[in-house]
């Protein structure tokens, strides 16, 4: 109960092929990983300067 099946995950990958086409998929891809770098980029400069805030008040 809960979990995505071969058959969900294969009915949800062909809604979106006939929704967005085959030239777009490429090009949303593209965008949404630039957008989960970016993402993971400000996440790990966000904890590197708690860190360093951190490391100062110790001292």
Not at 24 to 37: S, Y
């Amino acid at each position: 109960m809960g979990g995505l099946g071969f058959q969900e995950i294969l009915l949800i990958a062909v809604v979106v092929l006939i929704l967005f086409g085959g030239r777009k998929i490429p090009e949303f891809m593209r965008g949404l990983g630039k957008g989960l770098r970016e993402f993971n980029n400000e996440k790990d400069k966000d904890s590197s300067e708690k860190e360093k805030e951190k490391e100062e008040e110790k001292k």
